[in-house]
T-cell receptor
Framework: DGGITQSPKYLFRKEGQNVTLSCEQN?????MYWYRQDPGQGLRLIYY???????QKGDIAEGYSVSREKKESFPLTVTSAQKNPTAFYLC???????????????FGPGTRLTVL | AQKVTQAQTEISVVEKEDVTLDCVYE???????LFWYKQPPSGELVFLIR??????QNEISGRYSWNFQKSTSSFNFTITASQVVDSAVYFC????????????FGEGTQLTVNP
């Protein structure tokens, strides 16, 4: 089955520790994204990558880091510099068309991070 | 800059009522795409529809319909004869051609359908 996998679904960490959230896709999509969602709020873009070995900051990149060494994988590290890391994190992927209509993003099931 | 506004934070209806979720957007691009996603309690976002800026035809899919009006920069979503399973948070999103596949989301509307 093609899709996006995020693990684990729930993650608990102590304050001051770095934590890495995984995101894997087998859809052969070029672009991948990380969003943060806080209770009662919309999704805010943290980082995105349109091609392997390249990524760009989104709207709230401070305190986060990413890598894109493989097309299928786009892990997100929440560092101790992130002031309020407790949130729901969603990963997405999409085809990156060079022409033609935009298809849209497909989302993983999310990881709920709680920092104690 | 692109922006999406969903003015309705929460809507509560009784089963079988019709309900419309509003979405207003701002963009300077002439080519752009509009989306609706559903987020059930499980958290995963489910794609519902995509519309491009050159296609103003309304669309119907079962109990769901969408009204796209460029003149008012709106892309409203109507659920006819709502059901309890429709309870979820619904997000409207916009992508400009110049921003690639990057999406800007509205704040979302929490829809509760009561039996």
């Amino acid at each position: 089955d093609g899709g996006i996998t995020q693990s684990p679904k729930y993650l608990f960490r102590k304050e001051g520790q770095n934590v890495t959230l995984s995101c894997e896709q087998n859809l052969n999509h070029d672009a991948m994204y990380w969003y943060r969602q806080d209770p009662g709020q919309g999704l805010r873009l943290i980082y995105y990558s349109q091609i392997v070995n390249d990524f760009q900051k989104g709207d709230i990149a401070e305190g986060y880091s990413v890598s894109r060494e493989k097309k299928e994988s786009f892990p997100l590290t929440v560092t101790s510099a992130q002031k309020n890391p407790t949130a729901f994190y969603l990963c997405a992927s999409s085809i990156q068309p060079t022409s033609g209509p935009l298809v849209g993003q497909f989302f993983g099931p999310g990881t709920r991070l709680t920092v104690l | 800059a692109q922006k999406v506004t969903q003015a309705q934070t929460e809507i509560s209806v009784v089963e079988k009522e019709d309900v419309t979720l509003d979405c207003v957007y701002e963009t300077r691009d002439t080519t752009y795409y509009l989306f609706w996603y559903k987020q059930p309690p499980s958290g995963e976002l489910v794609f519902l529809i995509r519309r491009n800026s050159f296609d103003e035809q309304n669309e119907i899919s079962g109990r769901y319909s969408w009204n796209f009006q460029k003149s008012t920069s709106s892309f409203n979503f109507t659920i006819t004869a709502s059901q309890v399973v429709d309870s979820a948070v619904y997000f409207c999103a916009l992508s400009e051609e110049t921003s690639g596949s990057r999406l800007t989301f509205g704040e979302g509307t929490q829809l509760t359908v009561n039996p």
